[in-house]
């Protein structure tokens, strides 16, 4: 019998898990977004508007397990949303592609999502609600801390260290025993070649930092 789980966000990251969640034995119940304007990835399935509309769910239905579908530099809100989603009850999951490689030494943290060809290698450590999106790769002993995504085809290699709520772009490279600091964003195509600091936005190969980043969301 599949089990239910709801899915908070119902844009792009929402599509791809619903793609796969059946071939995990997971049975959609619902789609949460705080955007009026979208509509429900699956025909069907019920799309509950925002906070107030999952408590009103909430109420009537049995807590199923939870995921949080807000891709981009968005881990302070994935974090936060599985905060909400855990204190009513529900039990937040973690999806792994089928098509996906996770080395069975690595540790994968709860709410987090690892992508069709994605590959996580030997002893690394995914902190809570890490993306590891389509063909990203972190290779042994990479260190990513909370609310972390590795954007499609992004690449870290061996040891990096990453902090919390920083975006790598797609098709970056970070290359080995690099650190990366919390809340950066690293542009898409970009070779980082030095470590950087907490908060700055950075992009060129060799990667350059261009500017600090002051809140979330605030990208090239």
Known sequence: MSSPVLIWGATGQSRVLADFLPDLGYRIVA???????????????PLLNGEPGFREWIAHHPAPGALV??????????????????????????????????????????????????????????????????RASADHECRLEDGVHLAPAA?????????????IGAGAVVLPRIRIGAGVVVGAGSVVTRDLPDNVIAFGNPARIVRARLTPGDTP
Do not use: K, M, Y
């Open 31 to 45: 789609f949460v977004d705080r955007n009026p304007g979208v509509t429900s990835p699956v025909p069907g399935i």
């Open 69 to 134: 579908a807000v891709g981009g530099d968005r881990g302070a809100d994935r974090l936060a949303l599985q905060e909400l989603l855990a204190t009513a009850g529900c039990t937040i999951l973690t999806a792994v592609h089928p098509a996906a490689t996770v080395a069975g030494s690595a540790r994968i943290g709860v709410g987090s999502q690892i992508l069709a060809g994605a590959v996580v290698g030997a002893a690394a450590s995914l902190g809570a609600a890490v993306i590891i999106n389509t």
């Open 155 to 167: 690449t870290l290699c061996g040891l990096v260290q990453v902090g919390r709520g920083t975006l």
